[in-house]
């Protein structure tokens, strides 16, 4: 008898260390699969998002989870919305977006947390119904650095102009926000010649945009944009019409696609984080929150650095300054 209760006493240990050790023993949900972490994209295929992607796939490997990136085809908040409900439906363990529309989100935000559901933003600092939204920027600060550089290389006076990725894009529209502000401020000599101009997201139509300014505004200085083909399409117009010494676009730019634009001096300079690094980032915060973990100062994240968590954004100070010195060498 004795000798029974030992072999089933055996076998339980042996059962219970097997589980233990078994393959993301450590990482997954209940059901012992993997964490599954969807990140929502404003719109793919373009090489802004491209990049997040590189990071995403990189958190997959390296933290064990089943974690990809999805998006509608155009920066369509409506369709957006749509996915984070099919997630919803399918039933991941977490959830990272990059709103196209903070606000439209809202109500799915709250479907997702009633599943419970962690929800991620980045690009969303003042985002309801989120867990926590991830930033690689102070991004009051970006703002400022982004007119510095404009006024650096267009002067203290003149006409300018604000390209936006689209007028719901919350973090586009703090920049352009915390940035007229802050001219207003300092530079009162600039003159903002029309509200800001979504396009930010489309390199031909920031290119059209461009040479309607030029027309309209014979005496135009200067172009910010944000948004990752808004200050390419402005530098393609401006080379087309010979203006590449009159008009100074700077902006959030990818470094590759910005290198030629640079060289040329069709672009003056560019402002940006890693964007592989948000990828990163956003699946390593929802795993983290997952496990059960409260994020606070100073925890690490592997690779970005110390976190400052302000309310419920997670930031990192890692702005990137992109000049024709650079561009090439980033990596991205």
Known sequence: MRKQLLRILSVIMLVTLLAACAPGGETGGGDGEPYEIAVVVKITGIPWFNVVETGVDRAAEELGVNAYQTGPAEAD??????????????????????????????????????????????????????????????????????????????GESGEYAIFVGGLTVPLHNYWADVGIEYVQEQYPDLTLVTERIPCGEDQELARQKTLELIKAYPDLKGIVGFGSLGPIGAAQALKEKGLTDQIAVVGTVIPSQAAPYLEEGSMKEGILWNPADAGFGMVWLAKYLLEGNEIQDGVEIPGLGAVTVDGSVVKVDNILYITDENAESLGF
């Open 77 to 154: 908040p409506a369709a957006q919305v749509k996915i984070v409900e099919d997630l919803i439906s399918k039933g991941v363990d977490a959830i990272a977006v990059v709103p196209n529309d903070a606000q439209a989100l809202e109500p799915v935000f709250e479907k997702a947390k009633e599943a419970g559901i962690v929800v991620i933003t980045h690009e969303s600092p003042d985002q309801v119904g989120t867990d926590y939204d991830f930033e690689l920027i102070d991004n009051d600060k970006f703002g400022r650095e982004a007119f510095e550089q404009l006024v650096r290389h267009m």
